[in-house]
Structures are given as structure tokens and as C-alpha cells.
């Protein structure tokens, strides 16, 4: 795992590939308060028009790993928060990558 914070008190943290590593990451997280976090991964698609180096900002996942069944039944789709959805997908759409 690697770490960073910069002046502004943005930390990016690389924590590897997995859901049991992202829920032990975010338990931690959730001792230090943040007022938002956001975990961005990579992931494969079925869609021709996509293409490598595409961003893709889903509204909802389903989920299948099983680490996420401690957290919610598995019929309950994984959300984002709306204010950071609507904040990072604002800044998709300024930087050109909509």
C-alpha cells in the first residue's frame, strides 16, 4: 500500500485490486473522519463503443464479490453518494473526457 496527502489535505492511497481490500481501507478511513472518499478502479465492458482509457462513472453496480454482503443483502445494488457523483462527473464533462 502506498500513500500521499498534499498541501490541501487530498491523500490518494493505493491499496491494490479487491473489494476486502478497499472495505479494509475504508474501515480505516472511517476513523479519520473524511469529508469524502472516493475509489476509483478499473473494470471491463461488453459496449464496442468503449474503449481502453475510457472513463466510466456507473450510477449503480451489482454487486458480486462477497465482502460487500457484510455490509448490505446482496439484492441492494452499490450506490454512490450523489454529491460526489455529480462533482466528479462535472469534472469529466470540463475536462473534455464526456
Do not use: W
Not at 493505493?14 to 478499473?42: E, H, Q, R
Request: proline content about 7%; overall charge negative; some cysteine.
Amino acid at each position: 500500500m502506498q500513500a500521499s496527502t498534499n498541501s490541501d489535505g487530498l491523500t490518494i492511497i493505493n491499496y491494490g485490486i479487491g473489494s476486502p481490500n478497499a472495505a479494509t481501507i475504508m474501515d480505516l478511513l472511517v476513523a479519520c473522519n473524511p469529508s469524502g472518499v472516493l475509489f476509483l478502479g478499473k473494470c471491463g465492458g461488453l459496449k464496442q463503443r468503449s474503449e481502453i482509457g475510457n472513463f466510466i462513472l456507473p450510477i449503480a453496480a451489482i454487486r458480486g464479490e462477497g465482502t460487500s454482503n457484510d455490509y448490505f443483502p446482496p439484492e441492494v445494488p452499490a450506490l454512490p453518494s450523489f454529491k460526489l457523483h455529480k462533482f466528479v462527473s462535472d469534472k469529466v464533462i470540463e475536462s473534455g473526457q464526456e
